[in-house]
């Protein structure tokens, strides 16, 4: 059902957390430079500990997938724009 999954990958988020395990796992995260994306929430591989977000994992990507990646980030910022105008 629709939400087993986001309820499974929560309490797998906080088992990471509470349990300070520095697991990766995919979270919605504040991009600060990485993969040439700055300032908006966006989904990218996450070290999780004690205190949250410990680390914003990099992969090696190719380079049209850095490109899929940078076009969904700027669909998102224009998307949070227009809420704001709201």
């Known amino acids: 059902s629709a939400y087993y999954a986001p309820s499974a990958s929560v309490a797998q988020m906080v088992d990471a957390i509470v349990g300070d395990t520095s697991e990766i796992l995919p979270a919605c995260v ?36 850095i490109a899929a990646l ?8 224009t998307r949070c724009a227009d809420l704001a105008k709201v």
């Open 70 to 77: 940078r076009q969904a980030a700027e669909g998102i910022r």
């Open 30 to 65: 504040w991009a600060t430079g990485q993969y040439g994306i700055s300032d908006v929430f966006v989904g990218l591989p996450a070290r999780l500990g004690r205190n949250g977000v410990e680390e914003i994992v990099e992969l090696d990507l190719e380079a049209d997938e």
